[in-house]
């Protein structure tokens, strides 16, 4: 099939492209192995990425980002995803805890912040999901009561994307809790502080080298500046604001995922042969795949729309939950019938379907699972 250009794809963006390429197959795809043996990516992965300016490319420059857009951030999601990596958490680094820092943070805190986060010198995670609660956002437990000049923030959190290795953790607490969505607030908490602990890296089905981490919050006292902006309660509407930017980058993954399952299966079933030919071959091994290859063409084009709205600031909240809905369950279909066409090799772990296929599992529950997505569209209704 001839590549298609996608309709947001400029000339500044094909350079990007050519260094996050150049990137992700000198710095990520030899180590795969080693960052799904050690449960998650070499630390100083984050400052090499930092210093050829592939951190926070959609961060103005005034704050040590690259001034680029939403579309900057696609690129890399695409060329990450094309060496089969789901180790390295740049994208929500960069697409998502930078950018509530970015929406919402004073100007010290984005100063403070930022740069170093640009740089790789700092890590970001955000801190939602804990063991009690899943898509309940008004119902979380943790608290973090002001006394005087600092926060007092206590509870735990589960699931935290690079948890083993981030140096500020966006947390959200409850700072009132009699309240439920007005209660919440985002907190800046830095993994130095006193009564910060991580628990195990948990083990997981796919994204075996993400280092995926349970966090534990005893009674940590941060200054009040940490609260992310200028007042309490604000967290809920912080969260439903970035939401859908975080959901587009899930789809814009999931639609890289699927064209590497096309690719890679379309080179095995040439290569491959079965009863004397090639299993391309046999009738039902095209027909699979014209409908993999149609599956792949359609979700693309749906995202690039997407993309395109998000750029001129017009894509809303159903628009980016029937996105993320459509393509994170498309491509667990695509993923499954290109295994099939594996055989038994689709089920070893050194083909880049076995691990495609595991790692995109957790699509339809992360960052919202299908079912809240069905719920929000058809809220919209």
């Not at 959609?58 to 060329?79: M, N, R, V």
């Not at 919402?104 to 930022?114: F, P």
């Amino acid at each position: 099939m001839t590549a298609r250009r996608s309709p947001w794809m400029d000339d500044d963006l094909n350079d990007l492209r050519d260094l996050a390429r150049t990137f992700c197959e000198k710095e990520i795809r030899p180590h795969i192995e080693t960052f799904i043996a050690d449960k998650h990516v070499d630390r100083d992965l984050w400052n090499r990425a930092g210093a050829v300016g592939l951190l926070c490319l959609s961060i103005p420059e005034e704050y040590g980002g690259g001034g680029g857009t939403f579309a900057h951030e696609a690129i890399l999601i695409e060329e990450q995803a094309r060496v089969g990596d789901s180790s390295w958490g740049a994208s929500l680094h960069n697409g998502i805890v930078a950018h509530y820092l970015l929406a919402y943070g004073t100007e010290d805190q984005k100063q403070q912040w930022l740069p170093k986060m640009a740089s790789g010198e700092v890590v970001g995670a955000i801190a939602m999901t804990e063991p009690g609660t899943g898509s309940d956002l008004q119902n979380i437990k943790t608290k973090a009561i002001r006394q005087g000049e600092e926060y007092v923030v206590s509870g735990s959190k589960t699931f935290i994307t690079n948890g083993s290795q981030a140096d500020l953790v966006l947390t959200v607490a409850k700072t009132d809790p009699d309240d439920k969505a007005a209660g919440i607030s985002l907190m800046l908490v830095p993994t130095a502080a006193e009564g910060f602990s991580r628990g195990r890296v948990l083990e997981k089905i796919g994204m075996k080298g993400q280092d995926t981490s349970e966090l534990f919050f005893d009674n940590v006292r941060v200054p009040a500046t940490s609260l992310l902006g200028h007042t309490e309660g604000q967290g809920f509407i912080q969260l439903m604001e970035q939401l859908p930017q975080e959901r587009l980058l899930v789809a814009v993954s999931n639609v890289a995922a699927m064209e590497l399952c096309l690719t890679e299966t379309l080179r095995y079933v040439r290569d491959r042969s079965a009863f004397g030919r090639p299993i391309w071959g046999f009738q039902n091994t095209k027909f699979k795949m014209a409908e993999v290859a149609t599956e792949a063409r359609v979700a693309r084009a749906f995202v690039d729309e997407c993309i395109e709205l998000h750029l001129d600031g017009e894509l809303d909240i159903p628009t980016a939950a029937m996105a993320k809905l459509w393509c994170s369950e498309r491509a667990q279909r695509v993923a499954d019938a290109c295994l099939q066409l594996h055989g038994g090799y689709g089920y070893m772990n050194e083909y880049p379907i076995a691990r495609a296929w595991a790692d995109l599992r957790v699509s339809q529950i992360y960052a919202g699972s299908s079912e809240i997505m069905k719920e929000i569209i058809s809220r919209s209704l």
